[in-house]
């Protein structure tokens, strides 16, 4: 931490950095098999009843560092800034570790390599984690006690996502340690950029009627591809990538990123009473499908309005009403491409009401 005085003005904020060390260990199970060999001197892969355990693992270490300031411009302007890299670790589904073995039918083999072609698989313990640069830099105005008027701006630069890549993994066979080739799912090197403004507005009156209202704006060009009807790529073990597949649905964008959202909030305040109708919008974003999230999904723009109160009875009772989602707006689904209607549910307004005890 650090507080000083530079150039007239009053500064102060934090340095540091973080090293995080992961180590991932895979656990699967799989049935027994055994390797006969024939009397012509053949070998021959036979699958047993039981189960037995396989593992798995992989690990990573990452150095995290981050700067924060913040700069009293004057008695009622605050000036901030940022910039950390930040990590983004693989859900936990998809580091499974599921493999079978191929054999080729069609040859007569007498090696364990030549018995082996390759390994089918899911799932991927040694994915690696998603990186990114951030950087940030705001405006704060405190007019008075009850008010702020703030702007900012946003930068990220980071890792896309994951891609198709043939890579080698060790197995033990009949004491023997053999190497074959699994294509399955890795952290691509590739980068995107993401850029946004945001900017929030709270004011209170004398009178105990107060607004806040906020809205951010992002853009970004990372593209997200469906897996059926997107480009595909698949990369060998020489590095050589090669497409699979053409597109004919456009890419999608982020998970979960929305180019616009505004929130605004009403409320009246006064001595033990609270009050408050809310609305909040987003505009519509893309939500991954399917167990391994590679379908496309849109969930379309949609406004809420909430509204809630409550009341203190004395320093121990507090009395609550709550309504969320008041005019029953509904959630519709686009699948494949945004305006292809899949699913709308309609859940109705929630009600809520409550009474707390404080002692």
Not at 188 to 211: A, C, K, M, N, V
């Amino acid at each position: 931490n650090y507080d000083t005085e530079m150039f007239g003005k009053y500064i102060r904020g934090n340095f540091g950095v973080r090293v995080v060390d992961t180590d991932v260990t895979s656990l699967g199970f799989r049935n027994t098999f055994n390797v006969v060999t024939n009397d012509d001197g053949t070998l021959t892969l036979v699958t047993g009843e039981s189960l037995e355990k396989i593992e798995g693992g992989g690990g990573y270490t990452e150095v995290l560092p981050s700067f924060n300031l913040v700069v009293d411009y004057s008695e009622d302007i605050l000036l901030r800034g940022g910039i950390y890299r930040g990590m983004s670790r693989p859900d936990p589904g998809n580091l499974g570790y599921s493999r079978t073995f191929q054999t080729d039918d069609e040859v007569a083999p007498t090696t364990l390599g030549d018995l082996f072609i390759g390994v089918n698989g899911s799932g991927n313990p040694d994915t690696q984690p998603l990186m990114s640069w951030n950087y940030d830099a705001a405006f704060e105005w405190y007019p008075n006690e009850d008010a702020i008027f703030a702007f900012g701006v946003y930068y990220k630069q980071f890792q896309g996502g994951f891609q198709q890549q043939t890579v080698l993994e060790d197995f033990i066979v009949e004491g023997e340690t053999v190497t074959l080739p699994i294509t399955n799912s890795v952290t691509t090197d590739e980068e995107s950029d993401l850029f946004g403004i945001e900017t929030s507005i709270t004011y209170r009156w004398d009178s105990g009627i107060g607004i806040k209202l906020g809205y951010n704006y992002a853009d970004t060009d990372m593209e997200y591809e469906d897996s059926l009807y997107g480009d595909t790529y698949i990369t060998d073990l020489d590095g050589k990538t090669t497409q699979l597949t053409a597109g004919i649905v456009e890419p999608a964008s982020v998970p979960g990123f929305s180019k616009h959202v505004f929130s605004s909030q009403l409320y009246y305040q006064i001595g033990d009473f609270d009050t408050a109708v809310i609305y909040k919008y987003r505009s519509e974003y893309f939500q991954p499908y399917t167990s391994n999230s590679t379908r496309l999904r849109y969930v379309d723009a949609v406004g809420v309005w909430e509204a809630r109160a409550s009341y203190k009875v004395n320093e121990h009772v507090r009395v609550k009403l709550e309504a969320i989602n008041l005019f029953s707006q509904p959630k519709s689904q686009d699948y494949f491409t945004e305006g292809n209607l899949g699913e709308v549910n309609d859940y109705g307004p929630r009600l809520f009401a409550g009474v707390s005890f404080k002692f």
